[in-house]
């Protein structure tokens, strides 16, 4: 018995060791992912420049449109903040998987070792990073055009705004998958994005309102766990259907 028992432990030690190498390697190629669509877009700075661009221009004529000083610019400067924030990512995530068109370079990576589902998240962090960058350099100049008081509630807008950027970065990523090589995939894309996002979009909207209005996040959870369940529910739908996705 203390025989059967030591082998026991020896191979469920094993079983562990194994689960955790295999773990460690997918991070590690899902991170390789990652940063090789930076150092490309960083390079040249397609996407990033196309986003930043078209969200100053945005909110430069959105500030000639609405009157900031009312007393209503208070109820719908979140939905505001976030069209801007929409649009100007469906610019960003277009770009993530046609850049791989070229060369055949998309065949490759599916044919790699790497998991599609590593190919996926990878390319989703890329993604996420990019679109955070353009938000953050975007928000000093909506405070500025718009005179609101962003930094009032500062850490739990970054929170909601990580939350919502992490939706729209998901479901962008899959369907730019999805389009990737359709003639129109520009036109398809946010057809596409944007009713699936109704959810994601009303709940940052409405918790960045009331964070922008002094209203303390603690009285908006409901919006708050929609967000946390919407990511939840298709991060995980992305990652299992996304061999079919890429594959079929």
């Not at 055009?145 to 479901?171: A, K, Y």
């Not at 994005?193 to 709940?203: F, I, K, N, Q």
């Amino acid at each position: 018995m203390p025989a059967i028992d030591s082998r026991a432990r020896l191979e469920t030690a094993a079983s562990a060791a194994r689960t955790s190498a295999g773990a460690g390697l997918f991070v590690r190629q899902m991170l390789t992912i990652a940063a090789k669509d930076l150092r490309s877009e960083l390079r040249t700075k397609e996407a990033l420049n196309a986003s930043l661009a078209f969200s100053l221009v945005i909110l430069v004529l959105f500030s000639f449109a609405f009157d900031p000083s009312s007393d209503q610019f208070l109820e719908y400067s979140g939905g505001l903040l976030w069209l801007v924030f929409s649009f100007a990512g469906a610019l960003a995530l277009n770009r993530s998987f046609a850049r791989e068109i070229q060369n055949d370079c998309l065949d490759a990576l599916v044919a790699s070792p790497a998991p599609t589902s590593a190919l996926f998240l990878g390319k989703a962090l890329a993604n996420f990073a990019l679109l955070l960058a353009v938000e953050f350099l975007a928000l000093p100049v909506y405070g500025i055009f718009f005179n609101v008081q962003w930094t009032r509630q500062f850490w739990p807008l970054v929170l909601v705004i990580l939350l919502g950027t992490w939706s729209l970065t998901v479901i962008g990523t899959t369907f730019s998958a999805l389009t990737v090589n359709l003639r129109l995939r520009e036109l398809m894309l946010p057809t596409l994005v944007y009713p699936l996002m109704v959810p994601a979009l009303l709940s940052a909207m409405t918790l960045t309102t009331d964070l922008i209005g002094g209203v303390p996040l603690a009285e908006n959870m409901i919006w708050l766990r929609v967000l946390v369940a919407f990511n939840i529910v298709f991060t995980a739908l992305a990652v299992v259907l996304i061999d079919i996705v890429l594959v079929e």
